[in-house]
């Protein structure tokens, strides 16, 4: 037995000659809410595929909780949105939904899944009428049939307007509140950023980051943005004083580690009156993805 | 079992949703009717009842008409799934690859079979009532039901066959139409040129009739034929199906469908969604 509910290990995937995954190693936990960054073409799908058992592995291995992947076991226990979604636009949302309450074998009450995701008045239009953030949510229906252990979302954001973001992560933090284990793959940075425990970073198939944000902050040691208003024509004596860059006439950019943040601080402070205005930016999530997407660092 | 029949209803409330159940029956019917009174003259002649006649003409519009129908419905059955993103969604779900083609395959081949006995059934109806029907030509009539339905299976399962083989639905109803051209017609084609060619020789005599049965289409085409005098002596197509033991047709008819429903459950294996 396990404590983790799904468990990557060594995983790799070669199509042809290029390697799309390459020893990637990955857990998480019942409960544990991970979001999965990287470009297009980083494997994240591909990755997700490789857990759901559709796509086959070269090396390593997958576990859904005790099970392999593609098994009966693994497959009644796995929720999955795939990317931008859809149906058959002949079938009503009630239909559909239907059809996978009876795959999973289980007794679902589709109409109080279909009003939770907000598609309660249009359950028995056809899908075929619907905008793309209505499938988006009947997709997510179908992820919360039959309490999932694992649940696998693929750009669940996509298509929803910033109204159904908040209410998508409302749902997945009541998934996870219920011991599901999700891994949500996205391009949404900022939402990520408030809404998951924790943070894995493929970069060309390689895992090139695994923390919470504040322990990837600290590591990547990325620079704090002071932008400094100067009064008048003094900019460029506050820039030469204080070792930043004038971006135009009246503003200078300093860009400063965690440790010397503070230093700089007070000495433009200690500037006086020269100094209007001080706006402080601290590193994103969006900084600290490039610095692990883009410059390689470990 | 209740997966299997999860996929096979919803498939079917498809194609009524989406009218295709009452399109195909109509065409059927309409095709039927029309061939049944165009082709109500030769009846005294001949020496048959109108329904002998009728059946003759239909076997020959089965030929082309079921294995089209069979086409329009399946060329989409896998393709259009991966195409809409849904069949990656579908197969994480506890239901075989084998149960779904299976599901999607047993409501289709229902929508078939009700459009085939409908448009057959009332066209031999009619026929029976204005020029006279016996026994033999109600089995003939049977016949022609139960074997444009054996048809309609065959192309079916090739239908998922290039279905799985094809990136997109429009490829896959590309595939569907060049199968179709080739089973249909061109393989008939080939096989007169060298029956032309030929002569008379061991070519006519001994090898073509088994290629020509070989081919399922054919195979329709010799069964109903060869078995009812009266649809031999009113289509006037005696000649190289008499040479062949009567159980060549049918056996070839019988073993397509699982044939081509095998190799459309290999492709179906092979689709990484």
Same mark, same amino acid.
């Given at each position: 037995?396990?404590?983790?509910?799904?468990?990557?290990?060594?995983?790799?995937?070669?199509?042809?000659?290029?390697?799309?995954?390459?020893?990637?190693?990955?857990?998480?936990?019942?409960?544990?809410?991970?979001?999965?960054?990287?470009?297009?073409?980083?494997?994240?799908?591909?990755?997700?595929?490789?857990?759901?058992?559709?796509? #086959?592995?070269?090396?390593?291995?997958?576990?859904?909780?005790?099970?392999?992947?593609?098994?009966?076991?693994?497959?009644?226990?796995?929720?999955?949105?795939?990317?931008?979604?859809?149906?058959?636009?002949?079938?009503?949302?009630?239909?559909?939904?239907?059809?996978?309450?009876? $795959?999973? /074998?289980?007794?679902?009450?589709?109409?109080?899944?279909?009003?939770?995701? /907000?598609? /309660?008045?249009?359950?028995?239009?056809?899908?075929?009428?619907?905008?793309?953030?209505?499938?988006? !949510? $009947?997709?997510?229906?179908?992820?919360?049939?039959?309490?999932?252990?694992?649940?696998?979302?693929?750009? #669940?954001?996509?298509?929803?307007?910033?109204?159904?973001?908040?209410?998508?992560?409302?749902?997945?933090?009541?998934?996870?509140?219920?011991?599901?284990?999700?891994?949500?793959?996205?391009?949404?940075?900022?939402?990520?950023?408030?809404?998951?425990?924790?943070?894995?970073?493929? !970069?060309?198939?390689?895992?090139?980051?695994?923390?919470? $944000?504040?322990?990837?902050?600290?590591?990547?040691?990325? #620079?704090?943005?002071?932008?400094?208003?100067?009064?008048?024509?003094?900019?460029?004596?506050?820039?030469?004083?204080?070792?930043?860059?004038?971006?135009?006439?009246?503003?200078?950019?300093?860009?400063?580690?965690?440790?010397?943040?503070?230093?700089?601080?007070?000495?433009?402070?200690?500037?006086?009156?020269?100094?209007?205005?001080?706006?402080?930016?601290?590193?994103?999530?969006?900084?600290?993805?490039?610095?692990?997407?883009?410059?390689?660092?470990? | 079992?209740?997966?299997?029949?999860?996929?096979?209803?919803?498939?079917?409330?498809?194609?009524?949703?989406?009218?295709?159940?009452?399109?195909?029956?109509?065409?059927? =019917?309409?095709?039927? *009717?029309?061939?049944?009174?165009?082709?109500? %003259?030769?009846?005294?002649?001949?020496?048959?009842?109108?329904?002998?006649?009728?059946?003759?003409?239909?076997?020959?519009?089965?030929?082309?008409?079921?294995?089209?129908?069979?086409?329009?419905?399946?060329?989409?059955?896998?393709?259009?799934?991966?195409? &809409?993103?849904?069949?990656? =969604?579908?197969?994480?779900?506890? %239901?075989? &690859?084998?149960?779904?083609? =299976?599901?999607?395959?047993?409501?289709?081949?229902? @929508?078939?079979?009700?459009?085939?006995?409908?448009?057959?059934?009332?066209?031999?109806?009619?026929?029976?009532?204005?020029?006279?029907?016996?026994?033999?030509?109600?089995?003939? *009539?049977?016949?022609?039901?139960?074997?444009?339905?054996?048809?309609?299976?065959?192309?079916?399962?090739?239908?998922?066959?290039?279905?799985?083989?094809?990136?997109?639905?429009?490829?896959?109803?590309? =595939?569907?139409?060049?199968?179709?051209?080739?089973?249909?017609?061109?393989?008939?084609?080939?096989?007169?040129?060298?029956?032309?060619?030929?002569?008379?020789?061991?070519?006519?005599?001994?090898?073509?009739?088994?290629?020509?049965? %070989?081919?399922?289409?054919?195979?329709? &085409?010799?069964?109903?034929?060869?078995?009812?005098?009266?649809?031999?002596?009113?289509?006037?197509?005696?000649? %190289?199906?008499?040479?062949?033991? @009567?159980?060549?047709?049918?056996?070839?008819?019988?073993?397509?469908?699982?044939?081509?429903? @095998?190799?459309?459950?290999?492709?179906?294996? &092979?689709?990484?969604?």
């Amino acid at each position: 037995m396990t404590d983790s509910a799904l468990t990557i290990e060594h995983v790799r995937k070669d199509r042809g000659k290029t390697t799309v995954l390459d020893d990637v190693s990955l857990r998480v936990a019942p409960g544990e809410r991970v979001a999965l960054l990287g470009h297009n073409g980083a494997g994240k799908s591909t990755l997700i595929k490789t857990i759901l058992g559709l796509t #086959p592995l070269t090396d390593g291995q997958i576990r859904i909780g005790d099970a392999k992947p593609g098994s009966a076991v693994a497959r009644r226990t796995t929720a999955y949105l795939p990317e931008a979604v859809s149906f058959h636009p002949a079938l009503t949302g009630r239909e559909q939904l239907q059809l996978f309450a009876r $795959l999973d /074998g289980q007794k679902a009450d589709i109409t109080g899944l279909l009003d939770r995701v /907000g598609l /309660g008045d249009a359950m028995d239009r056809r899908i075929g009428a619907y905008s793309k953030g209505m499938r988006q !949510r $009947l997709g997510l229906a179908q992820v919360l049939l039959g309490n999932p252990k694992v649940a696998l979302l693929d750009e #669940p954001t996509s298509g929803l307007d910033p109204i159904s973001r908040q209410d998508l992560y409302a749902i997945i933090d009541e998934l996870a509140a219920n011991g599901t284990a999700v891994l949500i793959a996205s391009h949404a940075l900022t939402e990520v950023e408030a809404q998951t425990d924790r943070i894995a970073i493929l !970069r060309k198939g390689i895992k090139v980051a695994d923390d919470t $944000l504040e322990n990837l902050s600290a590591q990547a040691g990325l #620079p704090t943005k002071l932008r400094i208003r100067a009064s008048g024509d003094h900019a460029d004596e506050v820039a030469e004083a204080t070792g930043g860059t004038r971006i135009n006439c009246a503003s200078v950019e300093i860009l400063c580690t965690p440790d010397r943040k503070m230093e700089a601080l007070r000495r433009v402070a200690a500037m006086g009156e020269v100094i209007t205005d001080i706006e402080m930016t601290p590193p994103r999530l969006e900084d600290l993805y490039r610095h692990y997407a883009k410059e390689g660092a470990q | 079992m209740t997966r299997f029949l999860a996929i096979a209803s919803t498939e079917m409330l498809i194609l009524r949703r989406n009218r295709w159940l009452l399109m195909a029956t109509v065409i059927m =019917l309409l095709f039927a *009717l029309a061939l049944t009174f165009a082709g109500s %003259a030769p009846t005294g002649s001949v020496g048959v009842d109108m329904l002998t006649v009728s059946v003759t003409s239909m076997t020959t519009l089965s030929v082309y008409l079921a294995p089209l129908l069979a086409l329009m419905i399946s060329f989409d059955a896998i393709a259009g799934e991966a195409e &809409r993103g849904s069949l990656s =969604l579908l197969l994480s779900y506890p %239901a075989g &690859r084998g149960e779904i083609l =299976l599901g999607k395959f047993a409501a289709h081949l229902a @929508a078939l079979a009700f459009a085939m006995t409908v448009g057959f059934g009332a066209a031999g109806a009619i026929a029976a009532w204005f020029g006279g029907a016996g026994a033999e030509s109600l089995t003939a *009539l049977a016949r022609l039901i139960g074997t444009s339905i054996l048809l309609g299976a065959v192309f079916l399962a090739l239908g998922y066959l290039v279905s799985a083989l094809s990136r997109s639905a429009t490829a896959a109803a590309g =595939l569907s139409a060049g199968l179709w051209l080739v089973f249909v017609v061109l393989y008939d084609l080939g096989l007169l040129g060298a029956v032309v060619m030929d002569g008379s020789g061991t070519f006519t005599r001994s090898i073509f009739p088994w290629l020509m049965v %070989a081919n399922p289409a054919d195979a329709f &085409r010799v069964w109903n034929i060869s078995a009812s005098d009266g649809v031999a002596m009113a289509s006037g197509m005696v000649g %190289a199906a008499q040479t062949l033991p @009567a159980w060549a047709a049918p056996l070839s008819l019988a073993l397509w469908p699982l044939l081509a429903f @095998a190799l459309a459950r290999a492709a179906f294996k &092979r689709v990484e969604p």
